[in-house]
């Protein structure tokens, strides 16, 4: 078998399933387990994403309307591995490569099956292990990966459950404000935090300032889709620039925390297991392992002083 995988979500998924000797190349966004960096990259970004985050929306606003690609499948390379899975998603036409855009390119003839998932929610999630376990004809393992992830969302649960129950936005963009959705607020409940402002199994939604100044949470989370934690920081002026930030209760009592969004809190992945212990880490100072998270989130506080090299 040799699988292709265009979603870095599939991508950790088929490794988690001890078959990780399978994938024979990746997306460019596909980095976790690290080791499958080494595998080549068949797609890259069609603009420059580097620009600022208004920037980037205005973008793909213009690209969608347009009907044109967000991603460059490269379908010569491709041809040349000989896939016989390729793996890719229909959830969101832009967070990740799409049917559509191996079709556009001819790649869907090149793949004896092309696998597209899409979660919303966190057995969504569960669906597309099975879907893949299925495909390389490893559904016991698929049933053991989801009871370990099961199990250890549970154990964060039972840990936090007597803990006061803080109330939690989330913001999954910066410019404009989206609110994060999708298996987002199911993650916040399993570390029994409350979440305003977003609806499980519902589309992360834009928002205005005002909506989150007047939902005015107990914590507030910065993990921008696609962006690791200095990316997000350099983004903090455009949120610290809006009236009334600093008199927001979770900016005055410290409870702002700047997270990783790319690896934890937007990816449809084995590692919602670890962004439910890093949620509880947040809201309660869980401590499920022998140190803290600290390289999936940062309080607000830390890096807006500088005091983090980033």
Same mark, same amino acid.
């Given at each position: 078998?040799?699988?292709?995988?265009?979603?870095?979500?599939?991508?950790?998924?088929?490794?988690?399933?001890?078959?990780? %000797?399978?994938?024979?190349?990746?997306?460019?966004?596909?980095?976790?387990?690290? $080791?499958?960096?080494?595998?080549?990259?068949?797609?890259?970004?069609?603009?420059?994403?580097?620009?600022?985050?208004?920037?980037?929306?205005?973008? #793909?606003?213009?690209?969608?309307?347009?009907?044109?690609?967000? =991603?460059?499948?490269?379908?010569?390379?491709?041809?040349?591995?000989?896939?016989?899975?390729?793996?890719?998603?229909?959830?969101?036409? #832009?967070?990740?490569?799409?049917?559509?855009? #191996?079709?556009?390119?001819?790649?869907?003839?090149?793949?004896?099956? *092309?696998?597209?998932?899409?979660?919303?929610?966190?057995?969504?999630?569960?669906?597309?292990?099975?879907?893949?376990?299925?495909? /390389?004809?490893?559904?016991?393992?698929?049933?053991? /990966?989801?009871?370990?992830?099961?199990?250890?969302?549970?154990? *964060?649960?039972?840990?936090?459950?007597?803990?006061?129950?803080?109330?939690?936005?989330?913001?999954? $963009?910066?410019?404009?404000?989206?609110?994060?959705?999708? $298996?987002?607020?199911?993650?916040?409940?399993?570390?029994?935090?409350?979440?305003?402002?977003?609806?499980?199994?519902?589309?992360?939604?834009?928002?205005?300032?005002?909506? *989150?100044?007047?939902?005015?949470?107990?914590?507030?989370?910065?993990?921008?889709?696609? =962006?690791?934690?200095?990316?997000?920081?350099?983004? /903090?002026?455009?949120?610290?620039?809006?009236?009334? $930030?600093?008199?927001?209760?979770?900016?005055?009592?410290?409870?702002?925390?700047?997270?990783?969004? +790319?690896?934890?809190? +937007?990816?449809?992945?084995?590692?919602?297991?670890?962004?439910?212990?890093?949620?509880?880490?947040?809201?309660?100072? =869980?401590?499920?392992?022998?140190?803290?998270?600290? %390289?999936?989130?940062?309080? =607000?506080?830390? *890096?807006?002083?500088?005091?983090?090299?980033?």
């Amino acid at each position: 078998m040799r699988v292709l995988s265009l979603l870095a979500s599939g991508t950790e998924i088929v490794c988690a399933l001890g078959a990780g %000797d399978t994938l024979v190349g990746r997306s460019h966004e596909c980095d976790n387990p690290p $080791w499958v960096r080494t595998l080549p990259a068949c797609t890259r970004p069609a603009f420059d994403v580097s620009m600022s985050s208004g920037e980037i929306d205005a973008e #793909v606003r213009r690209r969608l309307h347009l009907h044109e690609p967000l =991603y460059h499948v490269d379908a010569d390379r491709i041809r040349d591995l000989h896939p016989d899975l390729l793996i890719t998603q229909m959830h969101c036409e #832009v967070c990740a490569v799409t049917p559509d855009d #191996v079709e556009r390119v001819g790649c869907g003839l090149l793949a004896s099956q *092309v696998l597209a998932l899409g979660a919303g929610t966190v057995d969504g999630i569960f669906d597309g292990v099975r879907s893949i376990a299925r495909s /390389l004809h490893l559904q016991s393992a698929g049933e053991d /990966l989801i009871a370990t992830m099961r199990s250890r969302m549970r154990a *964060v649960t039972d840990a936090v459950r007597d803990k006061p129950t803080p109330t939690v936005v989330m913001l999954e $963009w910066t410019d404009p404000i989206f609110s994060m959705g999708n $298996w987002g607020p199911e993650l916040v409940e399993a570390a029994n935090g409350q979440v305003m402002l977003g609806e499980k199994g519902q589309f992360s939604r834009a928002i205005s300032w005002k909506e *989150v100044r007047d939902a005015d949470p107990d914590f507030l989370i910065i993990a921008p889709c696609g =962006y690791d934690i200095a990316r997000t920081v350099r983004e /903090l002026p455009l949120l610290e620039a809006l009236p009334g $930030w600093s008199h927001l209760k979770s900016v005055r009592a410290g409870t702002v925390a700047v997270a990783d969004g +790319n690896l934890y809190f +937007n990816r449809s992945g084995t590692t919602i297991v670890e962004t439910v212990e890093i949620l509880a880490e947040i809201l309660h100072g =869980y401590r499920g392992a022998d140190h803290r998270h600290a %390289d999936a989130w940062q309080p =607000y506080a830390d *890096v807006a002083l500088g005091s983090n090299a980033l």
